[in-house]
């Protein structure tokens, strides 16, 4: 088991029992605790087994409760998950990708493909978040957030990053006009001490001013590791790159160590958007996301805009960017052009509505 991990053997006559236990564990674990003047909250994953029916001895009962522990890190926030059949098959078909991903990112083979956000007080396209997936000869497509789950749990993060910048900042410095670059960072990555240099280094390379960079990192990495990654943000904001809170939201948020955080703009994850036009509770948090940033006088991006309701309401609670499918999805270099097309057209068709209305 890894150091952060516990595991418990426990009787139970069925399924909602141990289900019982393990809300019983997370409602312990979610409780905050104060260290100093801090108040620290953490979630929790659970994996559970059962025998007979997910194995007889205790090395096969641990392998099953540490598949259903993986399928429930991968979810956000503190989650529950009960193993099932399928997580082994899963987990065969993960390890066969994981494989063939390290050999792709140790070859720099990676495919980069670029979303469009849009300022939505000129309705125009201002910059390109760049994801780094992998289409591999024949086979089944790697998407951008396990291309990065991977390179993270595999120690490749850095040549993952690495790559996308070189690639990414050398085809934005290329696109006419000042457009603004946007990829995805890690807590490791921040925590190097020469991480800094390394990204100026590559951007002098081809050209791309730091002001034109934006490094994402999500809210729980930044939060459980803000110490680690303080001087370097720091730094890097000084610079004029630009840090964001990614997918604030979606996991457990400390307002007090959000405050602390030397960041400039904040990025709304989507889940707190989905559905919201129609969900007056769900529109209400998205609202209060958003003021919040204002309060703190954040740059907002409203990512995983799916339709035009959900676009007109990010631009009602002052949302200065927004991405998603409704817009564009991600696009290859070689489409840029139609992909910021297709994102102007339809932030300029959502304008013309609500003038219409």
Request: glycine share 10%.
């Amino acid at each position: 088991m890894g150091g952060d991990e516990f595991a418990i053997l426990a009787e139970s006559d069925d399924v909602e029992g141990a289900l019982a236990l393990a809300r019983v564990l997370i409602d312990a674990v979610d409780q905050p605790a104060r260290f100093g003047d801090a108040e620290i909250q953490v979630g929790a994953a659970v994996g559970v087994a059962m025998s007979p029916d997910n194995g007889q001895i205790g090395e096969d009962l641990l392998r099953a409760a540490d598949l259903a522990l993986l399928s429930a890190k991968g979810h956000p926030g503190s989650h529950i998950c009960l193993f099932t059949p399928d997580l082994k098959l899963l987990s065969a078909r993960n390890a066969g990708v994981e494989s063939r991903v390290r050999s792709a990112l140790r070859a720099g083979n990676i495919d980069v493909a670029y979303q469009p956000l849009v300022d939505l007080e000129t309705d125009k396209v201002v910059a390109l978040e760049a994801l780094a997936g992998w289409q591999p000869d024949g086979g089944e497509p790697v998407a951008p957030a396990e291309m990065a789950r991977i390179a993270e749990a595999r120690g490749l993060i850095g040549t993952l990053r690495r790559l996308v910048l070189e690639q990414a900042a050398a085809v934005v410095a290329g696109l006419p006009g000042p457009m603004n670059l946007w990829i995805n960072a890690s807590v490791h990555g921040l925590r190097q001490p020469g991480m800094v240099d390394e990204v100026l280094a590559e951007l002098q390379v081809v050209g791309l001013p730091p002001h034109r960079l934006a490094l994402e990192v999500t809210e729980t990495a930044l939060m459980t590791d803000e110490d680690a990654c303080r001087s370097n943000i720091e730094r890097l904001i000084k610079l004029g790159v630009g840090v964001a809170m990614d997918d604030f939201g979606a996991g457990f948020s400390s307002l007090d160590r959000l405050r602390r955080l030397p960041i400039n703009a904040l990025k709304i994850s989507g889940s707190l958007l989905s559905g919201a036009p129609g969900q007056a509770m769900t529109a209400d948090i998205f609202r209060v996301a958003a003021s919040l940033g204002h309060s703190m006088d954040l740059m907002l991006v409203a990512e995983g805009v799916e339709s035009r309701e959900e676009l007109e309401l990010a631009r009602a609670a002052g949302i200065h960017r927004v991405q998603g499918f409704a817009l564009s999805p991600p696009a290859p270099a070689s489409q840029i052009p139609e992909a910021i097309a297709s994102a102007k057209a339809a932030a300029n068709t959502g304008l013309q509505l609500r003038a219409a209305s």
